[in-house]
T-cell receptor
Framework: AQSVTQLDSHVSVSEGTPVLLRCNYS??????LFWYVQHPNKGLQLLLK??????LVKGINGFEAEFKKSETSFHLTKPSAHMSDAAEYFC???????????FGAGTRLAVHP | DSGVTQTPKHLITATGQRVTLRCSPR?????VYWYQQSLDQGLQFLIQ???????AKGNILERFSAQQFPDLHSELNLSSLELGDSALYFC??????????????FGNGTRLTVT
């Protein structure tokens, strides 16, 4: 079965400290993986994507994610949080051969001054 | 700005009514996807069209239907509306026919409130 689990529903960090948003996936075949961000009253914006090239993927706004097949994880990180990073983040898997995206439940990131 | 345009932004209607949501994809994108986002269900895939043809179907109710026109814009029709249909409806577009290697770009959504 194909699924995505975001291990934290809420994460709170201070401005300037590192961000870690955790995601595990389950997929029968080599999937494509994505992270999207949703700011309040906005659509989802693509942060980065993994499509079986380099395992460390760099995205926009200083975010990056590492694909670890042995751990079936695709965690999102950023070295230093900014107030504007406060939003909801979705880990998404697109299994090979299945023309659909499977969304995680989302992680709400709060950034405190 | 993703380049995907959705209208209207907000829609308030009564139970039993019918509404139409409209989506214009990014220039050059041939695929249009519809998603429903609600607090209890999260993001649910409804349906995909590629170059005018239905390509994939998700958890779309029989009361809902969609189509993609020759100019590639798409409409989602929701009929016999129920309170539980209140949600944020997103349209997304992509260049290719598969979400596996063709990332989706989302519009800002239409917020539907059924009273």
């Amino acid at each position: 079965a194909q699924s995505v689990t975001q291990l934290d529903s809420h994460v709170s960090v201070s401005e300037g400290t590192p961000v870690l948003l955790r995601c595990n996936y389950s997929s029968s075949y080599s999937p494509s993986l994505f992270w999207y961000v949703q700011h309040p009253n906005k659509g989802l914006q693509l942060l980065l994507k993994y499509t079986s090239a380099a395992t460390l993927v760099k995205g926009i706004n200083g975010f990056e994610a590492e694909f670890k097949k042995s751990e079936t994880s695709f965690h999102l990180t950023k070295p230093s949080a900014h107030m504007s990073d406060a939003a909801e983040y979705f880990c998404v898997v697109s299994p090979f051969g299945y023309n659909k995206l499977i969304f995680g439940a989302g992680t709400r990131l709060a950034v405190h001054p | 700005d993703s380049g995907v345009t959705q209208t209207p932004k907000h829609l308030i209607t009564a139970t039993g009514q019918r509404v139409t949501l409209r989506c214009s994809p990014r220039s050059g994108d041939l695929s249009v996807y519809w998603y429903q986002q609600s607090l209890d269900q999260g993001l649910q895939f409804l349906i995909q069209y590629y170059n005018g043809e239905e390509r994939a179907k998700g958890n779309i109710l029989e009361r809902f239907s969609a189509q993609q026109f020759p100019d590639l814009h798409s409409e989602l029709n929701l009929s016999s509306l129920e309170l539980g249909d209140s949600a944020l409806y997103f349209c997304a577009s992509s260049v290719g026919r598969s979400s596996y290697n063709s990332p989706l770009h989302f519009g800002n959504g239409t917020r539907l409130t059924v009273t």
